[in-house]
């Protein structure tokens, strides 16, 4: 499967296609809150102020790029404080995984698990074009606490880009969906 525009394209083996959600234009992606936001709203001392729908870098930022979801249903149980997960779904492919803790030596979450979020979609670019994949700009999500970086996607290694970072969950039992939007992709031609 190959699609996407001229900045950006998104690949994933054969036995894939049609079995995870593709990924989607982040403009497609406008939460319902932002949605119902008028133009102003009224403060504690009842004046009009305006509200962030009258903000253009804030929608700007929430509809660039690329919206890459989560793979497959997955049912996962956190303990212990976060210091614990066990998960199960019934996809194919694993999509949870969890990273060494000395990996991230130092990090204030621990002793709260390290996951790696699995993504089954490679991503190209023209030369000279990086991508930045960020949590979901301007949408709180309270599954994924997810860690940004920037990869070089026009080299030409076609390896898949994972997802580390924690679940935001320290006790409880709960589902992620398949669909559910899990990192934002921006592509940008490098200046350096």
């Known amino acids: 499967m ?5 900045k950006i394209q998104f690949l994933c ?9 593709e990924p989607y234009p982040a403009r497609k992606y406008i939460p319902d809150w932002y949605k119902k936001l ?3 709203s009224v403060d504690d001392r009842n004046m009009e102020i305006p509200t962030v729908k009258r903000c253009p870098p804030f929608l700007d930022a929430m509809t660039a790029g690329w919206i890459i979801p989560f793979p497959a249903d997955t049912y996962v ?3 212990d404080g976060g210091s614990g997960i066990k998960w199960k779904s019934d996809f194919f492919c694993e999509t949870i995984g969890t990273h060494n803790l000395k990996q991230i030596s130092g990090h204030s979450k621990i002793p709260t698990v390290a996951v790696k979020v699995m993504n089954y979609w490679m991503i190209q670019t023209p030369p000279g074009w990086s991508c930045a994949f960020i949590p ?3 949408r709180p999500d309270d599954v994924f606490d997810l860690f940004s970086g920037i ?4 080299k030409g290694f076609w390896e898949y880009v994972n997802f580390p970072g924690f679940l935001k969950a320290k006790e409880g039992s709960f589902k992620i969906p398949s669909g559910h939007p899990m990192m934002q992709v921006i592509p940008y031609k490098r200046n350096f």
Not at 2 to 6: A, H, I, L, P, Q
Not at 14 to 19: C, D, F, P, S
Not at 151 to 154: G, H, N, W
Request: no cysteine.
């Open 77 to 79: 149980q956190v303990f």
């Open 38 to 40: 008028g133009m102003f």
């Open 136 to 138: 979901p700009l301007n």
């Open 151 to 154: 990869v070089e996607t026009d």
């Open 13 to 21: 083996e054969e036995r894939m296609k049609g079995v995870i959600p």
């Open 2 to 6: 190959f699609f996407g525009d001229d």
